[in-house]
T-cell receptor, first 113, second 112 residues
Framework: AQSVTQPDIHITVSEGASLELRCNYS??????LFWYVQSPGQGLQLLLK??????LVQGIKGFEAEFKRSQSSFNLRKPSVHWSDAAEYFCAVGRTGANNLFFGTGTRLTVIP | NAGVTQTPKFRVLKTGQSMTLLCAQDMNHEYMYWYRQDPGMGLRLIHY???????AKGEVPDGYNVSRLKKQNFLLGLESAAPSQTSVYFC???????????FGNGTRLTVT
C-alpha cells in the first residue's frame, strides 16, 4: 500500500529565511507527486507536481521541489519565505491506475517577522 | 471562473439528523471526490466518482452515501449524523488521473 509521510507537524521560520518541508512516500513504482497549500478557511491549491522527467520541478509562488528516488523523498523548498507563505502544506502521491491521491498529514508553517 | 463550488459552507446537525452536501464543478471534469479533513490526519477519501452515474468507496466510506446524477454535480449524504462525522469536508474534481485535483473551499460540519 502506498503512503505519504510528512515528519514535521509544525515549522516556524523567520521571514526571509529559507524553507524546506519534508515528504517521504512509500510506493514501489514511480509515483506521481504533488504539493498543495491550504490557507486558513480555504481549499487546497496546487503548488507543483512531478510526473516524470527533470527531478527538480518549479511551482507557483517561488516554490520548488526535488524528487529523489533513492531516498523516496519529494521535499519542498523556497529560498526566501514571505509572511504570506504561512499556511498548511500537504504532500500527496498518486500512481498509474489509481483513481485518487493519498495525502500526508500536513505541515503547518508559521512565519515570524 | 467558479471552479469547484461547495454548499453549504457551514452546518450544525444534531445526532441522528440527515443532510446533503452539494458539490458543483464547471470544468467538465470526469472525476470527482469527497474528502474529509481532521486535525493531524490529513485528507481521507470518503467516496469518489469516475464519471456520471458512477460512484466508488474510498478509505472511510461508512456512514456516507453519494450520488453523481449529473456530470457537474457530486452529492454527499449523511443519513444519520454522528459526532464522529464532525469534520471539514472537501470536494475535488480532476481530469483522468494522475491529474492534479481542484478543490472547493470546504464545508465545516459540526454534529452535536
Amino acid at each position: 500500500a502506498q503512503s505519504v509521510t510528512q515528519p514535521d507537524i509544525h515549522i516556524t521560520v523567520s521571514e526571509g529565511a529559507s524553507l524546506e518541508l519534508r515528504c517521504n512516500y512509500s510506493y514501489g513504482a514511480t509515483p506521481y507527486l504533488f504539493w498543495y497549500v491550504q490557507s486558513p478557511g480555504q481549499g487546497l491549491q496546487l503548488l507543483l507536481k512531478y510526473f516524470s522527467g527533470d527531478t527538480l520541478v518549479q511551482g507557483i509562488k517561488g516554490f520548488e521541489a526535488e524528487f529523489k528516488r533513492s531516498q523516496s523523498s519529494f521535499n519542498l523548498r523556497k529560498p526566501s519565505v514571505h509572511w504570506s507563505d504561512a499556511a498548511e502544506y500537504f504532500c500527496a502521491v498518486g500512481r498509474t491506475g489509481a483513481n485518487n491521491l493519498f495525502f500526508g498529514t500536513g505541515t503547518r508553517l508559521t512565519v515570524i517577522p | 471562473n467558479a471552479g469547484v463550488t461547495q454548499t453549504p459552507k457551514f452546518r450544525v446537525l444534531k445526532t441522528g439528523q440527515s443532510m446533503t452536501l452539494l458539490c458543483a464543478q464547471d470544468m467538465n471534469h470526469e472525476y470527482m471526490y469527497w474528502y474529509r479533513q481532521d486535525p493531524g490526519m490529513g485528507l481521507r477519501l470518503i467516496h469518489y466518482s469516475v464519471g456520471e452515474g458512477t460512484t466508488a468507496k474510498g478509505e472511510v466510506p461508512d456512514g456516507y452515501n453519494v450520488s453523481r446524477l449529473k456530470k457537474q454535480n457530486f452529492l454527499l449524504g449523511l443519513e444519520s449524523a454522528a459526532p464522529s462525522q464532525t469534520s471539514v469536508y472537501f470536494c475535488a474534481s480532476s481530469s483522468a488521473p494522475p491529474s492534479s485535483l481542484h478543490f472547493g473551499n470546504g464545508t465545516r460540519l459540526t454534529v452535536t
